[in-house]
Nanobody, 126 residues
Framework: QVQLVESGGGLVTAGGSLRLSCAASGWTFSSYGMGWFRQAPGKEREFVAGITWSGGRTYYADSVKGRFTISRDNAKNTVYLRMNSLKSEDTAIYYC???????????????????WGQGTQVTVSS
């Protein structure tokens, strides 16, 4: 069955870095667009970054642009989110998601994604 498993979250001080990974199994990873979302306590889930199935396009939320980088390794069925210069407001549960639509652009809304991981906690202390 389709499965997405995130890892790499943890506690980091402000200004630090983390790299999240999302390992996919049970489907043709290279045919799916991938995205990262996050949800802080009391807030709605929000788009963070996305990458098209081909890897040719990426898109970022303004709040993370220039600090976060999304990438994918189709040989390893894995998508990554490199997070630099972390801030306390980046604290959230981070989810990866898969878009089966084979779109040429990045989906930025949660409804554009078909499968979700269980999430990994990122806590940034100030």
């Amino acid at each position: 069955q389709v499965q997405l498993v995130e890892s790499g979250g943890g506690l980091v001080t402000a200004g630090g870095s983390l790299r999240l990974s999302c390992a996919a199994s049970g489907w043709t990873f290279s045919s799916y667009g991938m995205g990262w979302f996050r949800q802080a306590p009391g807030k709605e889930r929000e788009f963070v970054a996305g990458i098209t199935w081909s890897g040719g396009r990426t898109y970022y939320a303004d709040s993370v642009k220039g600090r976060f980088t999304i990438s994918r390794d189709n040989a390893k069925n894995t998508v990554y989110l490199r997070m630099n210069s972390l801030k306390s407001e980046d604290t959230a549960i981070y989810y990866c998601a898969a878009d089966a639509g084979r779109h040429s652009t990045v989906e930025t809304g949660p409804r554009g994604y078909d499968y979700w991981g269980q999430g990994t906690q990122v806590t940034v202390s100030s």
